[in-house]
């Protein structure tokens, strides 16, 4: 049991992050840049795997449980562990305007003259 230090990573279903150890081998130069930054180097990779996998892989709980919807690409597990918390891992782009969907703030939207749009480009007026 380990009670020294930070209090462990907990997932959005509230269980503990189970961790394993990876070797890499990278360049010297690389393994010094690191270093000398004092980038912790666990964390880098696990970001850089999350950024790199957005559409396969949960950032949030490390499911890859990815389903898609009109806006965007979702956790099932997460959503289904939590139906209050944002589940999207990756948004669309509106096939209407092309702006990116980004909830609270752009949000998917329809009207009679436009069936797949989104808050930006169909007037409140207008929303269906
Ligand atoms: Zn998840
Ligand atoms: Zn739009």
Do not use: W
């Not at 503990?16 to 990876?22: F, G, I, T």
């Not at 509106?94 to 009679?112: D, H, I, L, V």
Request: charged content about 25%.
């Amino acid at each position: 049991m380990n009670s020294v230090g930070r209090p462990p990573e907990v997932d959005s279903h509230g269980e503990v992050v189970q961790k394993s150890l990876v070797n890499v081998t990278i360049p010297t130069k690389l393994a010094n840049f690191l270093k000398e930054k004092g980038i912790n180097r666990s964390r880098l990779f696990t970001n850089v795997v999350k950024r790199m996998y957005r559409d396969e892989l949960c950032r949030f709980c490390y499911s890859t449980n990815i389903k898609e919807s009109m806006i965007g690409k979702y956790c099932l597990d997460c959503e289904l562990a939590k139906p209050s918390a944002n589940p999207y891992t990756t948004y669309k782009c509106c096939e209407n305007c092309g702006n990116k969907y980004q909830p609270p703030y752009n949000m998917f939207a329809n009207s009679k003259k436009i069936p797949k749009g989104c808050s930006d480009c169909v007037p409140k007026e207008e929303q269906l």
